[in-house]
């Protein structure tokens, strides 16, 4: 199992404990504002169209969307939403990217530090990990009881550029374009679609065979997730299949 495809199933398993703390609204919201900054009419700002149809997914109330979609515009008041990526190196010599979104950068950055402090990451300067990852547009299909094969074969003709199975999860990777189109594709086929996002992926992996450095790995990254401001955060590990038995027993 590769550890990165770990930390996103940890990341999905989390959603229903976000939603019941509040704090996925609050970063669905952000997501919202920040892209309702490129015009906040979502028939003309993709970026918005699929921040708007994330949140929808997640039970974020029509009022809500509004909100964050004036607050971004500028048409409601209070501080500034702005975006920002912090560049880290974690245990293991593992790249980390960490998308904020914040009304409050030293606020971000103080708590992403105590974090790096506490659980062994470091921050690197400008570009020293961003040319490590590339921006893909990934969407995850729960097989269930569908055949894999033809699953995949499903994928391709609906644009795939890549298909990869793990654990009854297909990962398909499209061009951000055609994203929307590929969600939909699957979901009138009769797939169950879990994520449809453009995210951060690495473009190469680190192999990690050391139990220990695996756990203080997965603790850094639960971490920086359970950080408000922080929107996305995307690594390059992959855990190694005989410690992954360790730390699921």
């Known amino acids: 199992m590769s550890g990165h495809s770990k930390w996103a199933q940890i990341k999905r398993k989390k959603g229903a404990t976000d939603v019941a703390r509040g704090k996925l609204f609050s970063k669905l919201a952000a997501a919202v504002s920040v892209a309702a900054k490129g015009g906040g009419d979502p028939a003309t700002n993709a970026t918005l169209r699929v921040a708007i149809e994330k949140a929808r997914e997640s039970n974020m109330t029509k009022d809500a969307i509004d909100r964050a979609i004036k607050r971004g515009t500028g048409e409601l008041g209070g501080a500034a939403i702005e975006e920002t990526t912090y560049e880290v190196f974690g245990p293991g010599g593992i790249a980390i990217l960490i998308k904020v979104v914040t009304d409050n950068r030293n606020r971000a950055s103080a708590e992403i530090k105590a974090v790096l402090n506490k659980y062994g990451g470091n921050m690197g300067g400008p570009g020293s990990v961003a040319w490590m990852f ?21 994928a391709i003709d609906a644009g795939a550029e890549d298909v990869v199975e793990e654990d009854g999860i297909l990962r398909v990777v499209v061009k951000p374009a055609d994203l929307a189109k590929a969600k939909k594709a699957f979901e009138e086929a009769g797939y169950k679609v879990i994520s449809a996002e453009v995210s951060l992926e690495p473009k190469n992996t ?18 920086l997730d359970e950080l408000e401001d922080v929107s996305e955060v995307s690594a390059n590990f ?12």
């Open 134 to 154: 590339e921006t893909l547009a990934v969407v995850h299909v729960d097989l269930l009881d569908k055949n894999k094969d033809e699953a995949e074969l499903f």
């Open 206 to 223: 680190v192999e990690i065979k050391d139990l220990k450095v695996a756990e203080r790995i997965l603790k850094l990254m639960d971490a």
């Open 238 to 249: 992959d855990i190694q299949e005989e410690v992954t038995g360790e730390l699921e027993s």
